[in-house]
């Protein structure tokens, strides 16, 4: 089971506390783990790929507590020791999947802040085509609030690295004079994140395209510095 509320497992690096290995088991981390791998033969990307997959499908049919690592293995065609290769216990492996339903942002070109916003809004878009993933994320995150410990596991190593990649923007634009220097920087994050969110639920048939290009340009029409 996942930790209650409250307790500190999920952020622990060692091995998990049942279902998996001991002190003495491997301790080889996997994405979000922490833990340098030993080396060894190479990762299979088609075996990453395979567990976070099942894993995925598995905490859409059952939940958290229908997750477990035996059905993961058996799911992903793969041994358990595959996984605990790759991550330590269960809480790990569902951050690393919460983790997968992002896409990387892209680098930031630098030639304007316009240009920039617009190439990261629509790769947040590019998020949300995947009706499948779409729902499989909404699972996740109404199921995590239970685990408040995992959600701010998943702000701190996902959420805020993507959301700095806009605030830098932002600032950039400051810099430069492309923004109002009294630009709010966290309210013109949420802005922009808050109407990718909405798009997402509220369009019909998913975000259109140059839905990014409006959101921006209506952004900036407040923002432009004059």
Known sequence: MLPA???????????PSSGGPSSGGPSSGGPGSGVPRRPGRPRSERADRAIIDAALSLFAEEGPE??????VA?????GKATI?????GKEQLLLAAMAALKKPLPEPAGRSAREDLV??????CQDTADPRRTRQFGLLLGEGAKYPQL?????????????????SVLRRGVA???????????AALFMLVGAVIAGSRHEPGG???????RIVNELLQGLAAR
């Open 84 to 88: 605990y290769r790759r991550w330590p």
């Open 207 to 213: 975000i259109p395209p140059g839905f990014a290009e």
């Open 74 to 78: 058996a799911r992903a065609g793969v």
């Open 151 to 167: 959600m701010a596991r998943y702000r701190e190593t996902v959420l805020e690295p993507r959301r700095e990649v806009i605030r």
């Open 5 to 15: 509320a409250g307790s500190t497992e999920v952020t622990r690096t060692g091995g």
């Open 119 to 124: 190439a990261l809004v629509g790769a947040m």
């Open 176 to 186: 430069t004079g492309e923004l109002r220097a009294d630009t709010d920087i966290e």
């Open 66 to 71: 229908g997750l477990c690592i035996e059905k």
